[in-house]
């Protein structure tokens, strides 16, 4: 089994507009120097919002998931890094020729991380998607799967639901990170997703990273609901100015 690997929490910018975005930047300040900038707010903000969460001294989770031919890709990707992205989403489905091409894109600063199967998807879902046969499909076999497909490709790692984290470090013994996205602060609160886990339970699945939303940023006291977290990841006292940018992918 592999080393214990501490878990680094990013938090969901999921908001429709940047001035909400800066707000809880500023608001949570060094309790969080790292953020997720998915489609919702990307679309509405543009690359300048990468660009400001870097000049506030925060690495950026930038969750687009690429999917489309290789050179196109590439491309996406090349201006992510050249952004400052730390991390950078792309979807395992894309194929292995569509994973190398991020990859050589990305560069030494940019982790590609491969999605696998959304965590809104259920197996009867999935199975759906796929046109598998829904009584012989097995989620863990699929994320295992597409998870060959990206190790093939020398992703940094792969985005699965905490349910299936553990089989993937026990797989790759550390060779492959995981970030498991939406975790939540019981696990009955499922939300709009389906294959969901609590903080802890994704640090014990061995998750490098985890990205949290709601839990935080709906909270009635944002401070103290991080500072939650914190705890229920066992990094309460490790909060160092080292970043992720200050640190190896690998």
């Known amino acids: 089994m592999a080393a214990h690997v501490s878990t680094t929490p990013i938090i969901a910018l999921d908001v429709p507009a940047p001035e909400g975005a800066l707000e809880l930047v500023s608001h949570l300040g060094d309790r969080c120097r790292f953020y997720k900038v998915g489609n919702e707010l990307f679309t509405a903000a543009g690359p300048g919002i990468v660009r400001e969460l870097r000049a506030h001294g925060c690495d950026v989770f930038l969750d687009l998931k690429f999917h489309d031919i290789p050179n196109t890709v590439a491309g996406g990707v090349r201006n992510a890094a050249a952004l400052g992205a730390r991390l950078v989403t792309v ?53 295992l799967r597409l998870a060959d497909l990206a190790m093939r490709a020398g992703v940094h790692g792969v985005v699965c639901s905490g349910a299936e984290a553990a089989v ?59 500072d939650a977290l914190l705890a229920r990841l066992g990094q309460a006292g490790d909060r160092a100015d080292e970043t992720i940018a200050t640190r190896p992918l690998a």
């Open 91 to 143: 979807h395992a489905a894309g194929g292995l020729p569509m994973l190398r091409a991020a990859v050589d894109a990305a560069g030494g600063s940019c982790g590609v991380l491969a999605v696998t199967l959304l965590t809104s998807l259920d197996a009867t879902e999935a199975a759906r998607a796929w046109g598998r046969d829904e009584r012989q499909f097995s989620v863990p076999d699929e994320v």
């Open 168 to 226: 993937v470090r026990d797989r790759y013994a550390g060779q492959l990170a995981t970030l498991v996205p939406g975790v939540r602060a019981t696990a009955g609160a499922t939300d709009d997703q389906r294959r969901v886990v609590t903080p802890e339970q994704a640090a014990r699945a061995g998750a490098r990273y985890v990205v949290a939303g709601r839990m935080v940023t709906a909270a009635p006291d944002r401070l103290a609901a991080m």
